[in-house]
């Protein structure tokens, strides 16, 4: 029969090789013996001399720099488990690692572990070996005879549970620790879940380099946490590769990113690069305007790549001069033509701007060397590059292929009626180019209120003149929320790399957001991507997820609900309050200090225009409270969430403060039942919804 053993437990371990017959002492024993390991792992390291092993101090401070991310990376995080589970094979595993006897024991947890002779004490949970402790079950064990989970409390190993997969007599059970694990109350930032990974997860989390991934997961099922491992399993199986090319995850804003910092870090990978969409577009230009949705709209929509194509290439003109080249006492002399003949082949090629600004130069030379040539002249690539550079050259190319800043184009573009119509003509229609048109143009490129949406189209801009750098690999969460253009932007950043995206189709709470995955992954450049769906929730409770769920046939008709997996049901008040503002107020102070009497995170969740309101009801009442990102502690445990922030985070109780007027605060219904879906599936444990102004009809129907 499965067990779940305790401390006080001391049923024999038949694999114990300590001598003792107390397993969990046993285990104890050989978590010390894991952590006095990694701590000599980490001492050898520090012990290492470089000075008579790098020639210079540029190759000194690389490679210390390598041995201080090794020195971090090999860290004992004291509140971390060091390993969570262990799988006992039936017969001895192929490769370096199988050694010895049948019945070959393997450690799972964060990272490797070795002793002083080389020998694992801890498997990488990253690692093939490791694979059947998330993959293996009663109908195909995978040759493992025992799979052990362990639990921890306050960083000590306090209790463990057995699966004999291949025991016929033993009764297939949910596993209590796993489940506890999962219920376990909220505090701090994200935490990495390689102990809790279901094999649907670890199939997606084990998906090869080479193609595109899209998680289309309901809140709770874990996407976020599924995007994260698949980084970190990547960087294990193709480290070298991606050491090169690099990664890069991508979240909705900075909030949401420092939530979920120190996931990565926690599985000891140091090096990936976290932005926003803001942060990739926005390194040309300051963004200080805000455009009105519809507005924004048009500007995201794909149609304004090729608006944009056409106006960078609008710079190209034909030429009327011949070309004459003076060297020495000889000139030579390339017609107009022959020039047009050359702007043509490169229009034709399709190259981008910039590269063919600097390609014409070199074809109007290599002329000119044919006809050296034929003088009977001896010319080389030097005297080439020379023609190349001549002033003459120089002031053709100047005058036919113009070098272009991209932000001026868009300037032009906003501000110029008659050149965005010359542009835009037979793609956009007369009322979206009104809508673009800026009512006071700007003089110039510092001095214009670019908005997010413009940053956008000067980054796609300076992509048709000078190729974005790619990356090996891009996490792309809250995906659902991007633009066409948006979509492109990061395209670019993994157009000869792979990328994981993530998202919630019924979580759009943008104007724009999309449809469907695959127009979002047609935008994105990877049509071909694989799209997997998430149905299990492990984060938000039965009750509360059930009641979010009324809204899902407005804002996203087909979408399956998600079904929550949790024992505990959870808890759920709905209540009105009557009276005015001040007594909605009141009643939102009070239940958050209701909420406070529970264990965990309290996420107080408001309309954003509600929240200088209950900032200072809060302060009036002597509740401190933390913003979004803010790590919570034991001492401060509320945060006080705008609508617009609450997108990726999880609060064990939430409070929710007037839902209509969240819905309100969008621009449109839709994006505001979308807003308030979001809002309601926040909650870990319990969800209290407060409201003075009636409900959405939507939940009242349901």
Same mark, same amino acid.
């Given at each position: 029969?499965?067990?779940?053993?305790?401390?006080?437990?001391?049923?024999?371990?038949?694999?114990?090789?300590?001598?003792?017959?107390?397993?969990?002492?046993?285990?104890?024993?050989?978590?010390?013996?894991?952590?006095?390991?990694?701590?000599?792992?980490?001492?050898?390291?520090?012990?290492?001399?470089?000075?008579?092993?790098?020639?210079?101090?540029?190759?000194?401070?690389?490679?210390?720099?390598?041995?201080?991310?090794?020195?971090?990376?090999?860290?004992?995080?004291?509140?971390?488990?060091?390993?969570?589970?262990?799988?006992?094979?039936?017969?001895?595993?192929?490769?370096?690692?199988?050694?010895?006897?049948?019945?070959?024991?393997?450690?799972?947890?964060?990272?490797?572990?070795?002793?002083?002779?080389?020998?694992?004490?801890?498997?990488?949970?990253? *690692?093939?070996?490791?694979?059947?402790?998330?993959?293996?079950?009663?109908?195909?064990?995978?040759?493992?005879?025992?799979?052990?989970?362990?639990?921890?409390?306050?960083?000590?190993?306090?209790?463990?549970?057995?699966?004999?997969? +291949?025991?016929?007599?033993?009764?297939?059970?949910?596993?209590?620790?796993?489940?506890?694990?999962?219920?376990?109350?909220?505090?701090?930032?994200?935490?990495?879940?390689?102990? +809790?990974?279901?094999?649907?997860?670890?199939?997606?989390?084990?998906?090869?380099?080479?193609?595109?991934?899209?998680?289309?997961?309901?809140?709770?099922?874990?996407?976020?946490?599924?995007?994260?491992?698949?980084?970190?399993?990547?960087?294990?199986?193709?480290?070298?590769?991606?050491?090169?090319?690099?990664?890069?995850?991508?979240?909705?804003?900075?909030?949401?990113?420092?939530?979920?910092?120190?996931?990565?870090?926690?599985?000891?990978?140091?090096?990936?690069?976290?932005?926003?969409?803001?942060?990739?577009?926005? +390194?040309?230009?300051?963004?200080?305007?805000?455009?009105?949705?519809?507005?924004?709209?048009?500007?995201?929509?794909?149609?304004?790549?090729?608006?944009?194509?056409?106006?960078?290439?609008?710079?190209?003109?034909?030429?009327?001069?011949?070309?004459?080249?003076?060297?020495?006492?000889?000139?030579?002399?390339?017609?107009?033509?022959?020039?047009?003949?050359?702007?043509?082949?490169?229009?034709?090629?399709?190259?981008?701007?910039?590269?063919?600004?600097?390609?014409?130069?070199?074809?109007?030379?290599?002329?000119?060397?044919?006809?050296?040539?034929?003088?009977?002249?001896?010319?080389?690539?030097?005297?080439?590059?020379?023609?190349?550079?001549?002033?003459?050259?120089?002031?053709?190319?100047?005058?036919?292929?113009?070098?272009?800043?991209?932000?001026?184009?868009?300037?032009?573009?906003?501000?110029?009626?008659?050149?965005?119509?010359?542009?835009?003509?037979?793609?956009?229609?007369?009322?979206?180019?009104?809508?673009?048109?800026?009512?006071?143009?700007?003089?110039?490129?510092?001095?214009?209120?670019?908005?997010?949406?413009?940053?956008?189209?000067?980054?796609?801009?300076?992509?048709?003149?000078?190729?974005?750098?790619?990356?090996?690999?891009?996490?792309?969460?809250?995906?659902?929320?991007?633009?066409?253009?948006?979509?492109?932007?990061?395209?670019?950043?993994?157009?000869?790399?792979?990328?994981?995206?993530?998202?919630?189709?019924?979580?759009?709470?943008?104007?724009?957001?999309?449809?469907?995955?695959?127009?979002?992954?047609?935008?994105?450049?990877?049509?071909?991507?694989?799209?997997?769906?998430?149905?299990?929730?492990?984060?938000?409770?039965?009750?509360?997820? *059930?009641?979010?769920?009324?809204?899902?046939?407005?804002?996203?008709?087909?979408?399956?609900?998600?079904?929550?997996?949790?024992?505990?049901?959870?808890?759920?008040?709905?209540?009105?309050?009557?009276?005015?503002?001040?007594?909605?107020?009141?009643?939102?102070?009070?239940?958050?200090?209701?909420?406070?009497?529970?264990?965990?995170?309290?996420?107080?969740?408001?309309?954003?225009?509600?929240?200088?309101?209950?900032?200072?009801?809060?302060?009036?009442?002597?509740?401190?409270?933390?913003?979004?990102?803010?790590?919570?502690?034991?001492?401060?445990?509320?945060?006080?969430?705008?609508?617009?922030?609450?997108?990726?985070?999880?609060?064990?109780?939430?409070?929710?403060?007037?839902?209509?007027?969240?819905?309100?605060?969008?621009?449109?219904?839709?994006?505001?039942?979308?807003?308030?879906?979001? *809002?309601?599936?926040?909650?870990?444990?319990?969800?209290?919804?407060?409201?003075?102004?009636?409900?959405?009809?939507?939940?009242?129907?349901?």
């Amino acid at each position: 029969m499965p067990a779940h053993v305790a401390e006080s437990d001391s049923t024999p371990d038949p694999t114990s090789t300590t001598g003792t017959t107390d397993p969990l002492a046993h285990e104890r024993a050989h978590l010390a013996a894991s952590r006095a390991a990694l701590r000599g792992m980490r001492e050898d390291v520090q012990a290492l001399d470089i000075r008579d092993v790098t020639a210079n101090w540029v190759n000194a401070a690389v490679l210390q720099s390598q041995i201080d991310d090794r020195i971090k990376a090999l860290a004992d995080l004291s509140h971390t488990p060091l390993f969570f589970g262990r799988l006992d094979y039936l017969h001895a595993v192929g490769g370096e690692l199988a050694e010895g006897a049948d019945g070959e024991r393997f450690y799972i947890g964060r990272r490797h572990v070795h002793d002083a002779a080389g020998d694992p004490m801890v498997i990488d949970w990253r *690692a093939p070996v490791s694979q059947p402790y998330y993959q293996a079950s009663r109908t195909d064990p995978q040759d493992v005879g025992l799979r052990r989970r362990f639990g921890y409390t306050g960083g000590e190993l306090t209790a463990y549970e057995d699966e004999h997969l +291949t025991d016929p007599a033993e009764a297939e059970h949910t596993s209590r620790l796993l489940q506890a694990e999962i219920e376990r109350p909220r505090v701090g930032p994200m935490r990495d879940i390689v102990a +809790t990974i279901q094999p649907e997860q670890d199939e997606i989390v084990r998906s090869g380099l080479g193609g595109t991934v899209c998680v289309q997961g309901g809140p709770g099922t874990g996407k976020t946490a599924v995007g994260l491992h698949r980084v970190a399993y990547l960087l294990y199986a193709h480290r070298e590769r991606l050491a090169r090319t690099g990664t890069l995850v991508i979240g909705p804003n900075r909030s949401f990113l420092h939530y979920i910092e120190q996931v990565l870090p926690a599985l000891g990978e140091l090096e990936v690069k976290q932005a926003t969409v803001d942060d990739l577009v926005g +390194t040309g230009v300051e963004v200080r305007g805000e455009d009105e949705a519809a507005t924004a709209v048009v500007k995201g929509d794909a149609r304004m790549a090729e608006v944009l194509r056409r106006a960078i290439r609008s710079h190209v003109t034909a030429p009327v001069e011949p070309v004459v080249v003076v060297r020495g006492s000889r000139r030579w002399r390339v017609p107009a033509y022959e020039i047009q003949e050359m702007v043509d082949e490169l229009l034709a090629r399709d190259m981008r701007y910039g590269a063919a600004h600097e390609a014409l130069p070199q074809r109007i030379a290599h002329a000119v060397l044919v006809r050296m040539e034929e003088a009977g002249e001896a010319p080389d690539d030097r005297v080439q590059n020379a023609v190349a550079r001549n002033p003459a050259v120089k002031a053709a190319v100047k005058a036919v292929w113009p070098a272009v800043d991209p932000a001026k184009v868009v300037l032009r573009l906003l501000s110029d009626a008659e050149f965005l119509a010359a542009h835009a003509g037979g793609l956009l229609s007369e009322e979206e180019q009104k809508r673009l048109l800026w009512a006071k143009p700007a003089r110039s490129v510092k001095s214009a209120k670019w908005s997010a949406a413009d940053a956008v189209l000067i980054d796609e801009a300076g992509d048709l003149v000078a190729r974005t750098h790619s990356l090996g690999h891009v996490v792309l969460d809250e995906a659902q929320d991007l633009s066409p253009m948006q979509y492109r932007a990061v395209g670019r950043r993994c157009s000869t790399g792979s990328a994981t995206v993530l998202g919630d189709l019924a979580q759009g709470t943008t104007p724009w957001s999309t449809e469907s995955w695959g127009e979002a992954l047609f935008h994105l450049g990877k049509a071909d991507a694989v799209v997997e769906e998430l149905t299990a929730g492990f984060r938000v409770p039965r009750e509360v997820i *059930a009641y979010a769920s009324r809204l899902l046939p407005a804002i996203s008709p087909g979408l399956a609900a998600v079904e929550s997996v949790r024992e505990s049901p959870g808890s759920l008040a709905v209540r009105e309050v009557p009276g005015g503002a001040a007594e909605l107020d009141a009643a939102v102070v009070a239940a958050c200090e209701e909420s406070l009497r529970n264990e965990g995170s309290i996420g107080l969740i408001a309309a954003d225009a509600r929240i200088p309101v209950l900032r200072a009801a809060l302060e009036a009442a002597g509740h401190a409270y933390l913003s979004p990102g803010e790590e919570t502690t034991a001492e401060s445990r509320l945060t006080l969430v705008p609508a617009s922030l609450a997108k990726g985070l999880e609060y064990d109780y939430v409070v929710l403060d007037e839902p209509g007027a969240v819905v309100d605060g969008e621009p449109d219904e839709r994006t505001g039942l979308r807003r308030l879906y979001v *809002a309601l599936t926040r909650a870990v444990s319990g969800l209290t919804v407060l409201h003075a102004a009636p409900l959405p009809e939507v939940l009242v129907q349901a």
